[in-house]
């Protein structure tokens, strides 16, 4: 007796019966391979959710020899109960049945099945023998459609073959899945047998708060990261005849390179939220997030618009005026403030006008002191967000039963890419809010306005991956 729900995955060699367990089961390390044949035992893999089982989906090898099965169990004349016992008992030593019973031994155990065919070819006879031989069984079964390609000339055909053999067919592309269609999947599977429709709801449930909790993590996660580098600066002392171009150079590549670095623990962070372990970060070739973090090109792309940056500007309290163009501000983009010292010149790189208060920053320095950073434009807050989310966006849309060859495209096309610039204006102004609190250190106004930043951020993480 099972305790929890459990599926067996089934079907022709190669149709992507392992693809479809990675997916639902969020396992990357499942092996999936173009080489029919790949599965040739059954193993049971578990959804721990909150440190418990709740369903488990087994991959099984593909049939091998469907018509002396069927014809076996044709004849079979004890009680059906008993059938499957019967076939392993008189088959578990054949060298020519080996994946039969592997397969049907799950089933015999007591989990239903998931029957998985890839529908772009025509149906053969040895199809309808699977068919049948699932139906024998008397378990509670589904069918899913994996179209591997777009071909659909013959979904008819199967389609009417499905509904004799079938409690229920859906379709289901088990490369690109996101986690609403596992919950339809799951929704499916509840309507196939009485008796597991209410633990299913439970699976389900249990699924919805897993997800919303990982989402609830990622706000979090991306609110500390934000919290932390936008007051993040590099301080020095200078002394005598010091080269001071050459140490705010220094200082400079210094802080950019702990913003990297706290970037890509973020990505990491998010990556392990949805169990990518095996597949890194796949981006497409043209994705922004594989350029640097301080280049043009990540400037030019993301972020807002001159006119919504201005009445943002105005909306949170900074000079009102032109925003700098970031591609035009000298030989490094010029984003940090650089503070203190006899600086003189270098105190404003970029004109134009300024969130941060600068002679509030610089007031601890004294004349010996250098400090550069932080970010002196509200474009950084924006930047840093555009780039979490279409991080996430990733992490989410990559399917664990990836083949090698496939890459999901950044989710905007043309234009600004940022999907900040669609947000609304108070959500903006709430940004901007925690920009210029938390790079002029005021740390209680920070922290009511970062509680309020996570609640937004939770519910665009929601809308994103609602569809
Ligand atoms: N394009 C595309 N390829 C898919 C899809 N599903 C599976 N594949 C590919 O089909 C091949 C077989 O996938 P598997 O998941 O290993 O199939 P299987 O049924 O487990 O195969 P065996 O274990 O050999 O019986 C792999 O190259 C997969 O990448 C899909 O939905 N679309
Ligand atoms: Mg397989």
Redesign the pocket.
């Known amino acids: 007796m099972i305790a929890h729900p459990s599926f067996a995955v089934i079907?022709?060699?190669?149709?992507?019966?392992?693809?479809?367990v990675?997916t639902l089961v969020e396992n990357d390390r499942i092996?999936?391979?173009?080489?029919?044949?790949?599965?040739v035992e059954s193993t049971s893999y578990p959804v721990i959710l909150d440190g418990e089982t709740v369903i488990s989906f087994v991959?099984t090898?593909?049939f091998q020899n469907p018509l002396q099965t069927l014809g076996w169990m044709r004849k079979y004349q004890g009680p059906s109960r008993d059938m499957l016992a019967a076939f392993l008992r008189e088959f578990g030593d054949d060298p020519g049945m080996t994946h039969e019973c592997e397969l049907l031994r799950p089933v015999a155990a007591g989990s239903g099945v998931i029957y998985?065919v890839?529908a772009s070819r025509p149906l053969r006879r040895v199809d309808r023998a699977e068919m049948e031989i699932l139906r024998l069984t008397g378990r509670p079964r589904m069918a899913i459609i994996?179209?591997?390609?777009g071909e659909e000339g013959f979904l008819e055909e199967w389609k009417e073959e499905f509904r004799k053999h079938f409690n229920m067919v859906r379709t289901f592309?088990?490369?690109?899945a996101t986690f609403a269609e596992r919950m339809r999947l799951l929704e499916s599977l509840r309507s196939i047998d009485q008796d597991w429709e209410q633990a299913l709801t439970r699976v389900q449930e249990a699924f919805v708060r897993d997800w919303d909790r990982r989402l609830r993590d990622c706000a979090a996660l991306a609110c500390r990261f934000l919290s932390e580098v936008l007051a993040m600066s590099e301080t020095t002392s200078l002394s005598e005849g010091i080269d001071r171009n050459a140490v705010e150079q220094r200082l400079t590549m210094r802080l950019e390179a702990r913003i990297r670095k706290a970037e890509s623990e973020l990505h990491r962070a998010v990556r392990a939220h949805f169990r990518h372990n095996v597949f890194q970060a796949d981006l497409p070739e043209q994705s922004v997030l594989r350029q640097d973090l301080f280049s043009r090109a990540t400037w030019r792309v993301l972020g807002l618009t001159r006119t919504q940056l201005a009445f943002t500007a105005a909306a949170a309290g900074g000079a009102a005026g032109a925003m700098v163009d970031m591609a035009t501000a000298g030989h490094s983009l010029g984003l940090f403030a650089v503070l203190g010292g006899a600086v003189g010149g270098l105190a404003a790189l970029v004109k134009g006008e300024d969130l941060v208060n600068e002679r509030l920053l610089g007031q601890r320095l004294g004349s010996q002191g250098l400090q550069v950073g932080p970010v002196k434009t509200v474009q950084w807050v924006y930047v840093l967000l555009d780039r979490f989310l279409l991080y996430f966006w990733h992490a989410i849309n990559w399917a664990h039963?990836?083949?090698a060859d496939?890459v999901v495209q950044d989710p905007e096309k043309g234009g600004k890419l940022g999907l900040t610039s669609a947000w609304s204006r108070e959500a903006r102004k709430l940004c901007a809010d925690f920009y210029t609190a938390r790079t002029e250190g005021r740390e209680e106004k920070s922290a009511e306005l970062e509680v309020r930043l996570e609640q937004f951020l939770d519910e665009e993480l929601h809308r994103l991956s609602s569809s």
């Open positions: 079907g022709h060699p190669n149709e992507g019966k392992s693809s479809v990675a092996r999936i391979s173009p080489t029919p044949g790949e599965t991959d090898p593909g998985v890839d994996n179209c591997k390609t592309n088990a490369v690109r039963a990836r083949p496939h």
